[in-house]
């Protein structure tokens, strides 16, 4: 090819070879080593080869087929362009995208529709979410750990995978009727203590205390309410009769004040709750009423840190937005929603649900009316006749609570009050996010009448029916199936499941189940998470030795044969099912088990490597264990910068242990390793036994693991010293088992070899004569010919004796061969 029309190259010879396959190798064989794209129109060689060719050469002939190609593209042009423009630019070819396949899109459970729904935030990446937090009023249980950490698993997976802007709002409700309740109980409670009462004193209180307690366990309905009292009442009467009974027999004081303690703390609730009834009107003191919640708030972040969940962008706190309140109620009053009677102010359900642009209870409307329900939303201290008395509904519900004698106070409009529970979310929400955010949080026994109060009140503030587009919430909790419930003291602290297992075998347990559905805090629970964690960590530890192998930079790169495009393939489906999981409501129990089926498969590639003495492909396996890595983080079960795997030293640790320890234990894995070899040679076993002590005794204390392999190097692992303690237990408990089993097997057979012994130093003569209670005459050999009733034996019968008796004589000669030969 060229510019002028003469021939780039000399290659007419080619016009000689009649044969087309011949020509077309014969082509490509002279086009390898020549640039074939001289000029820009064929030369007449060229028109002559092209024309000799029928069709395209063959694929493997590649410079053959690209000149071919670029032939027929240049005729074309020739035949479609006047002559004034044969040396006219080549231009590209048509091209078109491909078809691809449909992608998954992010869908959310929305508890306004109950159905999954397509999600689509209001403003373009910006995902504003708003969760309910914690009364704090005690210690932080698995019910709460329940929704902090699905809500981080979540909120992390649309931050950190779905590359979402989040904006996280969470409130502390440190105003509400059980706080002050818990509050003036523990100040009387502490005032009676200071007080140092005497025995005598205690007694009588708590069996004054006991009476209406007692009432009101018999009037009681709530099964699980009514087993709660019961169990209290049995603790006090426990602790009662001893000390009723020492002071009775007049006791000393050295006997009776111990008794009298015990009381006291077995009563205490008791105590304080008559207390409360008696003089909590006096408890007027506002500081009183803030202690106990900040304590408490402290505590719960102390939790929520050590269970990595990740804190909230913007706090809010209901006693530093009591103005906000104020106004917000105000503003649902003036746009005629809101009433005020007696000081309080009420929010009227039937004026907002007939309004054409509302409607009451969009999550739960079955629940209207649920009077119970309705009650338990306003507190215990806000249902007294009285208070009921002043809405103009049973179904409406306080905006603004006037306080009574001993309940915390703030000036407002209608006087001396303090906030409704359902009032807080609205102002404190409203006032971060505005009129309308994407996403609400919070637990499936908040949605009524909690979460449908703040939609009404916050819908007739701003005059819409958007203020949430998204709710979310957290399917409940159950401890071993029973309902867990801290009014009902049976609950699990948080720092109790944390003293069991750690903080990412419980993120673990949450998310191998739908953060929707209920979850059964049980041990086989946890123990699935421990065994899921302990899968996964085996994986990234072998990853880490088969990466710690002496390679160039080159060497990094290997080949891929079958085994290794089928372990991509199938990583390529792994990934896509992930990502469909999370796409389908973040469903990460199934995500966690597609991870767990593309660990398997990795392991059997490894092993059938292994096993035909083969390395791993470094590049693959590693891509692997960053993937999982990677996932794991999104989903909080890794909190440091590991590139692989879970971090050695524990949380919170940030020194890079492993590569700063595994030069030194790679040299004195090698150096133990050449006395062993040494030592089997030598059959030194003194030497072998010091080997393992230093690989089952001594490196376990160190956090270190060596795993040794017939005719492979030594296996170097970072552990966590605990877990490889408690391996190392559990392998001498089987050791010492299965010993036992040994000592009880030889056991067993000498036994048996006794009573063979023994069974084989019977004459046969004798065998039967010992059974007089069978047998009554025998022959002269011993064989017995009647039975016990002087009965003659029949043919059958005298046939299986003879049977028996044949076997006796058998062995009874080889017991007389064995002492003739000395045995």
Request: proline fraction near 5%; include cysteine.
């Amino acid at each position: 090819m060229s510019t002028s029309g003469e021939p780039a190259f000399e290659f007419g010879f080619l016009l000689q070879i009649d044969e087309e396959a011949a020509l077309a190798a014969a082509l490509n064989d002279y086009l390898i080593s020549r640039s074939y794209l001289a000029g820009f129109t064929p030369s007449q060689t060229d028109q002559k080869v092209f024309k000799l060719l029928r069709r395209p050469p063959d694929p493997h002939h590649v410079h053959a087929l690209r000149w071919y190609r670029h032939i027929a593209s240049l005729q074309l042009e020739l035949l479609l362009l006047p002559d004034s423009s044969l040396k006219g630019k080549r231009v590209q070819p048509p091209w078109s995208p491909p078809a691809g396949t449909d992608v998954p899109q992010l869908r959310l459970y929305n508890s306004l529709t109950r159905a999954k729904e397509p999600f689509v935030p209001q403003n373009g990446n910006k995902v504003t979410w708003y969760c309910c937090g914690p009364t704090v009023y005690d210690a932080s249980h698995m019910g709460h750990a329940r929704s902090y950490i699905s809500f981080d698993i979540l909120r992390r997976i649309l931050r950190d995978y779905f590359k979402y802007d989040v904006l996280y709002c969470m409130n502390i409700t440190d105003i509400d009727d059980k706080i002050i309740k818990r509050a003036r109980q523990n100040f009387l409670l502490d005032q009676y203590k200071e007080k140092k009462p005497q025995p005598a004193q205690i007694l009588q209180d708590v069996l004054s205390a006991r009476g209406p307690f007692q009432t009101g366990l018999a009037s009681t309905t709530d099964p699980d309410k009514k087993q709660m009292l019961e169990r209290l009442d049995a603790a006090v009467t426990a602790a009662l009769q001893p000390l009723q009974a020492a002071m009775d027999s007049k006791a000393s004081d050295e006997v009776v004040q111990p008794l009298a303690q015990a009381l006291l703390e077995s009563s205490k609730d008791l105590l304080a709750d008559w207390l409360d009834k008696q003089f909590g009107s006096q408890v007027t003191e506002n500081s009183i009423f803030s202690i106990l919640p900040k304590y408490w708030e402290g505590e719960y972040h102390k939790d929520m840190e050590a269970l990595n969940v990740l804190p909230a962008d913007v706090l809010t706190r209901v006693s530093e937005y009591v103005p906000e309140i104020v106004d917000f109620v105000e503003k649902v009053i003036s746009n005629g929603y809101g009433y005020e009677s007696n000081g309080s102010v009420y929010f009227d359900t039937a004026k907002f649900d007939s309004s054409p642009t509302h409607s009451y209870a969009k999550l739960v409307p079955e629940a209207v009316g649920d009077q119970k329900a309705l009650q338990e939303g306003e507190g215990d201290l806000s249902i007294s006749a009285d208070r009921l008395s002043e809405k103009k509904s049973p179904n409406d519900f306080a905006l603004w609570k006037a306080s009574k004698p001993g309940e915390p106070s703030w000036d407002s409009p209608w006087g001396k009050g303090r906030p409704g529970w359902h009032i807080e979310c609205s102002a404190m929400a409203g006032s971060i996010l505005g009129e309308s955010m994407d996403i609400h949080g919070g637990g499936f026994d908040l949605r009524f009448p909690h979460h449908d109060n703040e939609l009404a009140q916050s819908e007739a503030f701003f005059e819409n029916d958007y203020w949430v587009r998204y709710f979310l919430h957290t399917g409940h909790l159950t401890i071993a199936g029973c309902k867990m419930s801290k009014s009902l003291k049976n609950f699990i602290t948080i720092k109790d499941a944390l003293a069991k297992n750690t903080a990412r075998q419980l993120r673990l347990a949450f998310l191998m189940h739908s953060w929707k559905d209920t979850l059964d805090y049980s041990s086989n629970t946890m123990e699935s998470a421990v065994q899921y964690e302990k899968f996964l960590n085996e994986f990234f530890l072998n990853v880490k030795d088969i990466l710690r192998t002496p390679t160039d930079i080159t060497g990094r790169f290997e080949k891929w044969e079958a085994a290794e495009v089928d372990l991509n393939n199938s990583f390529y489906d792994r990934k896509s099912a992930v990502h469909e999981a999370l796409c389908d409501n973040m469903d990460t129990r199934t995500a966690m088990e597609e991870m767990r089926v593309l660990v398997g498969q990795s392991n059997s590639y490894i092993a059938n490597r292994k096993s035909a003495k083969l390395k791993p492909n470094r590049m693959l396996v590693e891509s692997i264990a960053v993937y999982l890595t990677n996932m794991l983080k999104v989903f909080g079960a890794i909190e440091e910068s590991e590139s692989i795997g879970f971090p050695v030293g524990g949380q919170g640790q940030n020194v890079d242990l492993e590569s700063t320890v595994m030069p030194y234990l790679n040299v004195l894995s090698d150096f133990r390793e050449g006395v062993r070899k040494i030592a089997r040679e030598q059959k030194v076993t003194e030497l072998l036994q010091l080997c393992d002590v230093v690989r089952d005794d001594t490196l376990p204390e160190l956090g270190v693991r060596l795993e040794d392999h017939e005719g492979l190097p030594t296996v170097v692992k970072l552990v966590d010293k605990e877990t490889l303690l408690k391996e190392r237990e559990e392998k001498k408990k089987m050791e010492e088992e299965k010993k036992k089993k040994k000592e009880e097997a030889a056991r067993k057979k000498q036994e048996q070899e006794m009573a063979k012994l023994a069974k084989m130093k019977i004459p046969p003569c004798e065998m039967f004569r010992k059974e007089a209670d069978k047998y009554s005459q025998f022959d002269e050999t011993g064989f017995p010919t009647h039975d016990a009733e002087g009965k003659e034996l029949s043919k059958g019968q005298a046939k299986k004796l003879r049977k028996l008796y044949e076997a006796q004589e058998k062995l009874h000669n080889e017991y007389l061969q064995m002492n003739q030969n000395g045995n």
